[in-house]
């Protein structure tokens, strides 16, 4: 803790700085305004400012994430005056980064306190993550979560939101394995459709096996998704926009602020409310289909004390939609004559389809979370979520097949000019999720060594209600002129239904998971500590209808972690390594090779991962770079016998190794930067003979980049005037990967830019996405046609 000293003056203005949350507040900047007398608060968020003479003075604290606070303070001769501060993340950031752009790396987010549910800045964990911020997302014009993650490092698109029940949202592909945003601020926040950022306060992408904090139910081998959003401040403020642009896209949002007016002025707003709401529609950039939602995100705080913190918030978004376009492998590679998808006889503006195709979908997650300071090292926060995502409508299906499955005849040479279309609607399906979560943090020595430690106990409850149905509805020539494809169309496929019963696929699920876990950060020294974490998790499976009746179960599980850091140079530089483990319960049982009935054990995945972070140049220049190395085990895999044609073994591996790097810099004024690379290598080292030795058709483009450079004037007549410039590259992507054939996404560089004028009331801005109308797709073992040229304008209007 550092204190100013002033000689022959007696009085002290002392106190603390907490986040909403209640954890301490480190390295907030506290001073006297109009003086040199200031103060960092220290590792439990103490200040003081001591011997000064009695008399009135204007104390104010900054932290650049935060919005900051100024409060007139009196003190008399040798009176102790006690003014404790609780900051709030603020849409005000972005406004004071226009003022001070040559001293801001304002792309920078470094500290999380959710990554190991406790404070702890960037260069103290041994984990690897990356942070993606409003003030980004603010200049890139990004009003989708899927459109975000295009600034994290080794995060690849795969799919769209399917905007069914239970699929959770938009597919993404990292460190060779698929992942979903399934969490929001730590706990489960699930999504069937798009989801909008106009709630999204930052987003932060977190590397790696990561069951120990988070379990397995919410996180993949590839790390989680975890969406922090926005939260009440302590003034009145706010921001409408409004943006139009191609494919009749247009979009209205608000951001209002509101406080208890009754609150002193230089005290903290014993009660808060925002809302953040968006009304967005864009047609397909192919001929038909669209995209309209609704997003609804309330956030009320309640301080009734110093110690004690209420929060309830609320996330409700609607949509309807039709679904993209996306192609599925009916035939092997091998009888379609073609093996990439550039090369496929397929139109890439058409949609093979009419209209009336629409599907419904809702989500609506409710929070709750209260915060109390039990004393100056310990703190308790319980969280609660209820949700549920609901569909109902048609799904569309498109499949290619080759001329000789159409004909039925194998001896027929390779090629395809036909087209199947199906359907698998959804009919009032939902997915509710339960999870209280009770966490206690600690900031303590014993002796002269520092604990930072987090006891978590967790509830989760996941309930499937979803129904599945359909169809294949007809087989349709391709590259035919004047060929009527708006035959597919919602009423002809209610008639088919009508004339002949669908096949229906039941999901009626539940599961419950009880969860203890246990972290500590424990520092040696002042630059050396050290992790240890360890999580006891007992899954039970309630059993039901899954496509057939399924049994109960029930596995407990540990899943342990550890981590080192060394700062060679402190708070500049850090040297990292990891062991983190994930697991995923299998269930049921199978039968061996022996056709003895067997109960599979949970699959299980380890991670070793090291490297290299910093913080250096004042400041300036942020990065990550690290290597990883992820064994998977106990995979499930076909080993059929003559009599035995379903017989398995559970001995399968996977292994998946790679490179990540990440860097956000402020090299000089007004010019700020964001760049990332990855490279990762998958490989299935014991599976199904047609797969072995191969990489998986699920693992992603093997080499990833993005890269985002921004320049805004500082100062002169038109500062708040900037333009940015990037885009992302991804290597080829192999989404069918067997021995039989192989069929290619072809790499792509996709380039955006934008341009922008920021002032204190108002923000004038333009983007164009896919800057060079390049022809890409994306997949997960499908091929996706993705968006041309787009321009979107937009005018915001802030108070």
């Known amino acids: 803790m550092l204190a100013l000293t002033a000689q022959g003056q007696n009085s002290i203005i002392q106190g603390r700085v907490t986040t909403a949350a209640g954890q301490p507040v480190v390295g907030a900047g506290v001073g006297i305004k ?57 849409t005000e950031q972005l406004s004071e980064v226009v003022v001070e752009g040559n001293k801001t790396n304002k792309f920078a987010r470094k500290e999380s306190e ?37 600034n994290a490092p080794g995060l690849q698109r795969m799919w769209d939101a399917t905007g069914r029940a239970g699929d959770g949202g938009g597919f993404y592909g990292s460190r060779g394995f698929i992942l979903q945003s399934r969490l929001r ?22 590397k790696g096996p990561s069951a120990t904090l988070f379990g397995s139910s919410l996180t993949s081998y590839g790390g989680l998704i975890n969406r922090v959003t926005k939260k009440a401040y302590d003034k009145f403020g706010g921001e409408v926009n409004v943006a139009a642009g191609s494919y009749g896209f247009h979009r209205i949002s608000a951001d209002v602020n509101l406080v208890d007016p009754n609150t002193p002025a230089d005290q903290p707003k014993t009660l808060a409310f925002r809302l953040n709401t ?35 918030d609320a996330e409700l978004m609607q949509g309807q939609n039709v679904g993209r376009q996306m192609f599925f492998f009916y035939s092997p590679v091998k009888e379609l004559g073609v093996s990439r998808a550039e090369d ?50 048609f799904g569309p299906y498109f499949y290619l097949i080759s001329d000789a499955a159409v004909a039925g005849n194998p001896a027929i040479a390779p090629g395809m000019h036909s087209l199947i279309r199906a359907d698998q609607s959804t009919r009032n399906s939902t997915l509710n999720t ?67 019963a669908p096949a229906s696929y039941i999901n009626n699920t539940k599961s419950n998971t009880y969860s203890a876990f246990l972290s500590d950060v424990l520092s040696l020294t002042e630059r050396l500590s050290v992790l240890a974490a ?9 059993g039901g209808i899954l496509y057939g009746p399924v049994d109960p179960y029930t596995q407990t599980n540990l899943s342990p972690k550890f981590g080192v850091v060394f700062q060679p140079v402190l708070n500049r530089v850090s040297l990292f390594a990891n062991y983190q483990n994930s697991f995923n319960n299998q269930n049921g049982a199978y039968i061996d090779v022996n056709n003895q009935q067997q109960r599979a054990k949970p699959e299980r995945a380890n991670q070793v991962e090291g490297g290299v972070k910093l913080d250096a ?49 402020n090299p000089f004024a007004g010019f700020n930067a964001v760049a990332g690379f990855s490279y990762n290598d998958s490989e299935l080292q014991k599976a199904a003979e047609n797969v072995n030795g191969l990489r998986p058709n699920t693992a992603s483009s093997p080499y990833g980049a993005n890269l985002w450079l921004s320049y805004r004037l500082p100062e002169g007549l038109l500062q708040g005037l900037g333009f940015g410039f990037g885009g992302n590259y991804a290597s080829e992507n192999k989404v069918q990967n067997t021995a039989a054939g192989t069929f290619t996404l072809p790499s792509y560089t996709v380039l955006n830019a934008s341009a922008f004028y920021d002032q204190p009331r108002f923000r004038l801005s333009a983007k164009v996405d896919n800057l060079t109308d390049k022809k890409y797709w994306v997949g997960y073992t499908t091929v996706n046609p993705q968006k041309l040229r787009s321009i979107v304008g937009s005018v915001a209007y802030k108070f």
């Open 34 to 90: 109009g003086t040199a007398l200031g103060a960092n608060t220290d590792a439990e968020g103490n200040f003081q400012l001591s011997n000064l003479a009695a008399g009135a003075y204007s104390l104010h604290v900054r932290l650049v994430g935060f919005g900051p606070q100024e409060r007139r303070v009196k003190v008399a001769a040798g009176e102790t005056s006690t003014q404790n501060f609780v900051l709030t993340e603020s």
């Open 114 to 150: 959710y990554v190991s549910k406790m404070p702890l800045s960037n260069l103290e964990d041994p984990q690897v993550y990356a942070t993606v911020g409003k003030e980004l997302l603010t200049e890139q014009l990004v009003f989708t979560v899927d459109d975000a993650v295009r």
């Open 185 to 206: 601020n730590g706990i489960v926040g699930g999504v069937s459709s798009d989801i909008d950022a106009v709630n999204l306060e930052k987003l932060e992408v977190i």
């Open 278 to 312: 968006a009304y967005q529609y864009e047609d397909s950039f192919q001929d038909r289909g669209f995209n309209r939602s609704v997003a609804v995100a309330p956030s009320l705080t309640y301080r009734p004390t110093d110690r004690l913190t209420i929060n309830l």
């Open 344 to 393: 496929l006889p397929l139109d890439y503006r058409k949609y093979y389809g009419g209209n009336g195709l629409t599907q419904s979908s809702r989500s609506a997650n409710v929070f709750g979370q209260v915060n109390y300071r039990i004393s100056s090292s310990f703190t308790s926060s319980t969280n609660l979520s209820a949700g549920q995502s609901f569909s109902d409508g």
């Open 434 to 500: 339960y999870e209280v979560q009770q966490l206690f943090n600690g900031d303590f020595k014993l002796g002269n060594l520092r604990n930072r430690v987090v006891v978590g106990l967790d509830f989760l409850r996941l309930d499937n209600n979803i129904k599945f149905f359909g169809g294949t509805i007809d087989t349709v020539p391709l590259n035919q002129p004047n060929y009527d494809y708006s035959t597919f169309n919602g009423p002809n496929v209610d008639a088919f239904y009508a004339g002949k």
């Open 534 to 542: 360890l999580r006891i998790d007992h899954y039970d499976y309630k």
């Open 617 to 665: 140049a004042d400041g300036r220049i942020s990065a990550t770079v690290s290597y990883y190395n992820i064994q998977v085990k106990d995979l499930l895999r076909p080993t059929p016998t003559v009599d035995l044609p379903g017989a398995q073994t559970q001995d399968g591996n996977q292994v998946s190794n790679g490179v990540e790097v990440n860097l956000i810099a």
